[in-house]
C-alpha cells in the first residue's frame, strides 16, 4: 500500500525537534521492484521487494549524526530521533555542516516536465518472463553461441520525498524496465562471453528483448578464439559502451570530497586544460525521461545545468553544501544521499562532446591498435593519476579489425590521456553519463 511520504517526513521532523534537534532534515523512500530470471527456457528465479525507508539526519550546533530504519510506527519513529540527538551529540564538530539557508531552496519546481514516471504501471511477471525467455532464444540463435548463462528483466518503481526544517519539502518518482543477457560461445579454456543490456524508465522507450539478445548473442560469437596481443604502446579506442568509465575517472577526480581532501591528481587544476580544445562536459540535471534526471539535490537545492568541463578547460568542482564551505564556494547542487548516509556530492546526467566522425573512420585513423570493448578490474592512483586496467576487445591492423584479443592490461596516466583524446559521433541519447566513442594516445599494452 501507498504511503503518505511527505506526512513521514514531517513526522520525523517533529521527532527530531522534540528530541532536542537544533535542525533536521529527513528523507523517505518507497520502492517496489520485480525481478524474472530465466535458463533454458524455464524460470530460474522471480524477486519481489517493496518496502519503506526512512533516513532521519539532525545537527545540534556543528555535529550531526544520521539514522535509518525501515519501521514506519510512530514509536520506532521517536526512539529513531532520540538515538539520532545522542548520537550527534558525540559528534565531532564539523564547522561546514548544516541545512542549506532558506534563501538556498528549491522552489516552483516543475517535475511533471521531467517525466520520470510510466504511467503504465506496472507490468505482469508473466510479462517480464516472457520477455527474458525472447532474449534468451534471440541469443540462442546466433550461430556459434553455445549457452546463454542468464537472461533477465525486471522492473522498479521508486518515490521519495524529502523535507528539511529549513522550510524545504519536496518529492518525485520515477519507474525503471531493463532487460539483459549474457551469452557464452566455445568451451573450457576456449570459452568466452559477452553481455547486452538495456534500461529505460518507459517501457515503451525500451528496444525489444530479441534485440537485446540478439546483440549479446554477436558480440559474444565476435571473440571466438580471442588471443593475448603484442606487448608495446600503441594508440586505443574505447567503445562507445565502456567509454564512459574515463569520463568516470574525470568526474571522481573533480568530485569535491576529493578535492577538499587533497587527493585528486586534479586538485589544482581549476581553470586549466583537462581536456581537448572544443571539447566540454556539461552536466544537465533536466532531461526528460533519463534514469538520473532530478529536479532538486539532496540538500534541496535546485538542480541546474553546470559546465564541468569548457571548451577543455576545468570550469567547476562537483560540489554539495560541506565540501562547497571548506572550499569557500558554492554548492553546485550535486548533493546525493540514501537514507542511511549524509549527503555527498555526485554527479548524475553528464554529456561528453561529441565529434563528427564515427567509430569506423577512427578505426581507420587509428590505423594499428586495440578497440576496447570491456574492462575489468582498476589500479588508480588518486593522487598522481596513473592508470591500469584490464581490457579485451579487438586488435586492429591497417584501420580494420583483425581478431579478438584478452587477457591484456592497458595503462597510462590519466592526465595525460584525457588531453589527447578524439570522440566519436556515437554517444547514446538515452544513457545518464553520454559519451561517444574516444580514440587514446599515450597508452601502454601489456600482452604476451
Not at 514506519?72 to 555542516?97: N, S
Not at 564512459?244 to 587533497?262: D, F, K, P, Y
Not at 577512427?362 to 574492462?375: D, F, K, V
Request: proline letters at 4%.
Amino acid at each position: 500500500m501507498a504511503q503518505d511520504l511527505e506526512n513521514l517526513t514531517q513526522q520525523l521532523l517533529d521527532a527530531a525537534r522534540k528530541a532536542g534537534a537544533e535542525a533536521a532534515d529527513a528523507l523517505a523512500i518507497e520502492s517496489d521492484s520485480i525481478a524474472i530470471d530465466v535458463l533454458k527456457g524455464k524460470l530460474e528465479n522471480a524477486e519481489r521487494t517493496e518496502g519503506v525507508d526512512l533516513g532521519l539526519r539532525v545537527l545540534i550546533g556543528a555535529r550531526q549524526a544520521n539514522v535509518s530504519v525501515s519501521d514506519v510506527r510512530p514509536e520506532t519513529i521517536a526512539a529513531m530521533a532520540e538515538r539520532a540527538v545522542a548520537m550527534a551529540r558525540e559528534a565531532p564538530e564539523d564547522p561546514t555542516v548544516g541545512l542549506a539557508d532558506p534563501t538556498q531552496i528549491a522552489r516552483h519546481l516543475d517535475i511533471a516536465a521531467l517525466d520520470l514516471v510510466d504511467t503504465a504501471g506496472e507490468p505482469a511477471p508473466a510479462d517480464l518472463q516472457r520477455a527474458a525467455m525472447e532474449a534468451e532464444a534471440a541469443a540462442l540463435a546466433v550461430k556459434g553461441v553455445s549457452q546463454v548463462s542468464s537472461a533477465s528483466a525486471s522492473y522498479s518503481s521508486r518515490r521519495m520525498h524529502l523535507a528539511a526544517s529549513n522550510g524545504f519539502s519536496g518529492g518525485y518518482g520515477r519507474t525503471g524496465h531493463s532487460i539483459s543477457c549474457v551469452a557464452i560461445t566455445g568451451s573450457g579454456t576456449e570459452m568466452e562471453r559477452d553481455y547486452h543490456g538495456e534500461g529505460r524508465g518507459h517501457l515503451s522507450d525500451m528496444p525489444s528483448a530479441q534485440e537485446i539478445g540478439r546483440i549479446a548473442g554477436e558480440r559474444t560469437v565476435a571473440l571466438a578464439g580471442a588471443r593475448k596481443p603484442k606487448t608495446g604502446a600503441y594508440p586505443m579506442l574505447y567503445d562507445e559502451r565502456i567509454a564512459g568509465s574515463l569520463m568516470g575517472h574525470l568526474l571522481s577526480a573533480i568530485n569535491g570530497t576529493a578535492i577538499a581532501r587533497g587527493a585528486s591528481w586534479l586538485r589544482d587544476a581549476l581553470g586549466e586544460q583537462v581536456l581537448p580544445a572544443g571539447m566540454s562536459l556539461i552536466g544537465d540535471p533536466h532531461r526528460p525521461r533519463i534514469s538520473a534526471s532530478r529536479p532538486f539535490d539532496a540538500e534541496g537545492l535546485a538542480t541546474r545545468r553546470v559546465s564541468l568541463v569548457e571548451d577543455g578547460v576545468l570550469r567547476s568542482w562537483v560540489l554539495d553544501l560541506a565540501t562547497g564551505r571548506k572550499l569557500g564556494l558554492d554548492s553546485t547542487a550535486h548533493g546525493t544521499r540514501g537514507t542511511s548516509s549524509i549527503p555527498s556530492p555526485s554527479v548524475g546526467n553528464v554529456a561528453l562532446s561529441q565529434g563528427t566522425k564515427s567509430r569506423d573512420e577512427l578505426l581507420r585513423e587509428m590505423g594499428t591498435g586495440l578497440l576496447i570493448t570491456s574492462m575489468i578490474g582498476a589500479s588508480i592512483n588518486p593522487t598522481t593519476g596513473d592508470y591500469s586496467r584490464g581490457a579485451s576487445g579487438f586488435w586492429v591492423e591497417n584501420g580494420e579489425i583483425a581478431y579478438p584479443v584478452n587477457e591484456c592490461t592497458v595503462a597510462g596516466n590519466l592526465r595525460d590521456m584525457l588531453k589527447t583524446i578524439i570522440p566519436a559521433n556515437d554517444a547514446r541519447h538515452f544513457v545518464s553519463h553520454q559519451a561517444p566513442s574516444l580514440l587514446v594516445e599515450g597508452l601502454t599494452l601489456a600482452g604476451e
